[in-house]
């Protein structure tokens, strides 16, 4: 099966033109492709928490998209980033779509594969392991669907402000993050081996062997879609990564 990979899109709402670019790559897919397989590895929206409508209401026709693939009996499994959260309300609960918030293993067509968002690659970033300690704490859970949407859309969009406001104080050397990116690679791996790991969160393209106390492995990270919209294509053990049209 044709499984699509993708991560760290940011969208913000249907009206802006990756948000365009997407869904209109997802409405081709279901009008010309049999049924794959629909990865998503966290901050596909750049903010999105539980099943608030204010969220549906920004990103009506990428959802629309989704589902529609749904329909199809496509098979989809959504992780959640650090952008979208507690997520399970919406397309787990309304919809029955697979949900995960942490790393899983998957055989796919007899190839174990260790999927996850990538947020817990980087392990020196302490302040962002203190907020993701409390958002998904078991305390914020309820609390994510009873207060309104306008509240964490403002909560949202300050985060999402101060984090690249951060990163542009304190820049991180491409070749850093992918050494960040591979020592993940090789501590999961002897944790639980894998044939390939995919992540994203990193927001910087990589795809290496690496050989870990003698053993083969591949370690995938997504980019993101700021350095332009793309997707990670896996078929027949071959994987291919294409830039889409603006």
């Known amino acids: 099966m044709k499984t699509y990979f993708f991560s760290d899109l ?5 009206e802006d033109r990756p948000s365009q670019i997407f869904a209109g790559y997802l409405e081709s897919l279901a009008a010309n492709s049999s049924r794959g ?24 026709r990428v959802v629309t998209a989704i589902l529609n693939l749904k329909k199809l009996n496509w098979e989809i499994l959504y992780f959640e980033g650090n952008h979208d959260l507690h997520i399970h309300w919406f397309w787990r609960h309304r919809y029955g ?12 067509e007899g ?28 305390l914020i859970r309820p609390l994510a669907k ?18 690249r406001e951060a990163g542009s104080r304190r820049p991180i050397a491409a070749s850093e993050l992918r050494t960040m990116i591979r020592e993940h690679a090789e501590r ?9 790991i995919v992540t994203g ?25 700021f350095e332009g919209p793309h997707v990670t294509i896996w078929e027949a053990g071959i994987f291919q990564t294409h830039s889409l049209p603006n």
């Open 10 to 14: 940011h969208l913000k709402n249907d």
């Open 97 to 108: 779509i697979t949900v995960y918030n942490s790393a899983q293993y998957l055989n796919f």
């Open 37 to 60: 397989r629909l990865c998503l590895l966290g901050d596909i929206f750049d903010f999105w928490l539980a099943d608030h409508s204010l969220f549906l209401r920004r990103h009506q």
């Open 201 to 225: 969160h990193m927001h910087v393209q990589d795809d290496v062997e690496i050989f870990v106390k003698g053993r083969q492995t591949r370690s995938i990270n997504l980019g993101s879609w």
């Open 111 to 138: 190839v174990i594969f260790r999927l996850e968002h990538g947020d817990l690659i980087n392990l020196n970033d302490k302040s962002y392991l203190k907020f993701r300690g409390f958002v998904r704490h078991g």
């Open 146 to 163: 009873i207060l309104p949407g306008r509240f964490w859309r403002s909560i949202g969009d300050g985060l999402s402000r101060k984090s």
């Open 188 to 196: 999961s791996f002897l944790e639980r081996p894998f044939d390939v």
